[in-house]
């Protein structure tokens, strides 16, 4: 799989301050706040974003908004569950080492 795959946000080799805008927009545009999955407790949602990473308070699922999220489309997003299963990036090369790839 193409190394671009793993970097669906474009983070690799960008400035501080340019990741650190990314994710704010990720961050501001997220549904999990409006979840049924979701728990109060972390201070960063947009879970799906590299370094964000899963949740230390979810641990159920019960649905996942991530499908009709804007980011989803925006960055050609292909996981869910980002709260409970970990990041993009992370999910991705779970699924190639499963598959072999
Ligand atoms: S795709 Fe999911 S985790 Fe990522 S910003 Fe949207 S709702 Fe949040
Ligand atoms: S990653 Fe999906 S399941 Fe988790 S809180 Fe966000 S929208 Fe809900």
Excluded at 8 to 14: A, L, M, R, S, T
Excluded at 16 to 45: F, H, M, T, W
């Amino acid at each position: 799989m193409a190394f671009s795959e793993y970097d669906k946000f474009g983070e690799e080799g960008i400035s501080r301050a340019e990741y650190e805008k990314k994710q704010n927009e990720v961050v501001g545009k997220c549904l999990c706040a409006r979840c049924p999955s979701y728990v109060k407790g972390d201070d960063l949602i947009g879970y799906c974003f590299p370094l964000n990473g899963a949740s230390k308070v979810i641990k159920w699922e019960k649905g996942c908004l991530c499908e009709t999220c804007p980011v989803f489309k925006e960055y050609d997003l292909n996981h869910t569950y980002y709260c409970t299963r970990c990041s993009q990036a992370c999910q991705t090369y779970k699924t190639d080492v499963a598959i072999g790839n």
